[in-house]
């Protein structure tokens, strides 16, 4: 059975600093996917990682994928309270979707001033 | 707006009714999934569709839940004999092939 770690599950920072969010996934995949859910809305998609060494940047965010050891991050670059939200990471093992995305418990970022 | 969209929003509902969900999903992708989620969890997967062929279920979808996609296009999920277990948010989310799109999700609240 596919499980998704994230780590933190809590993460409170001062904005203009920098941190990384982990996701660790218990068997083989090359497909990852990054989602953000603001408070009583749905999941906005983020990053979508599909190979080994898959790097991608979307302003102050970054996503990267290591299959080999199981392992994604999203790194948060100066952060603003704008991204204040919880994190999402997400594994596809069924090598199509077929199976449906597993999530992880999602990580509860909050940016103070 | 072009986005997958479900229907209603919010339902309250009393233990032991029945309740049915909607989901639009964006127009011409084939694939389309219902998931669940409650409080401080991620989604968790029910259901999935190819165009009109249930490809696969999760054994959380017991046989009170049915979905299904009439030819291919919107679908519906249906809860039979609600229990207050049931209450979370249902996702819908619609891809062409990898990236899912969700939609806004309806909150079930059974009392």
């Known amino acids: 059975e596919l499980k998704v770690e994230q780590n933190p599950l809590f993460l409170s920072m001062q904005e203009g600093k920098n941190y990384t969010i982990y996701c660790n996934y218990s068997t083989t995949s090359d497909r990852l996917y990054w989602y953000r859910q603001d408070p009583g809305k749905s999941l906005e998609s983020l990053f979508v990682?599909?190979?080994?060494?898959a790097v991608k940047q979307e302003g102050r965010l970054m996503a990267s994928l290591d299959t080999k050891a199981r392992l994604s991050t999203l790194h948060i670059t100066a952060a603003v309270h704008d991204l204040s939200a919880t994190y999402f990471c997400a594994v596809d093992n069924s090598g199509g979707g077929a199976d449906g995305l597993t999530f992880g418990k999602g990580t509860h970022l909050i940016i103070q001033p | 707006d072009t986005g997958v969209s479900q229907n209603p929003r919010h339902k309250i509902t009393k233990r032991g009714q029945n309740v049915t969900f909607r989901c639009d999903p964006i127009?011409?992708?084939?694939?389309l999934y219902w998931y669940r989620q409650t409080l401080g969890q991620g989604p968790e997967f029910l259901t999935y569709?190819?165009?009109?062929?249930?490809?696969?279920k999760s054994r959380l979808l017991s046989d009170r839940f049915s979905a299904e996609r009439p030819k291919g296009s919107f679908s519906t999920l249906e809860i039979q004999r609600t229990e207050q277990g049931d209450s979370a948010m249902y996702l819908c989310?619609?891809?062409?092939?990898?990236?899912?799109?969700f939609g806004p999700g309806t909150r079930l609240t059974v009392t």
């Open positions: 569709f190819q165009n009109e062929a249930q490809l696969e």
């Open positions: 989310a619609s891809s062409p092939r990898y990236e899912q799109y």
């Open positions: 990682l599909l190979s080994n060494g």
């Open positions: 127009s011409e992708h084939n694939r």
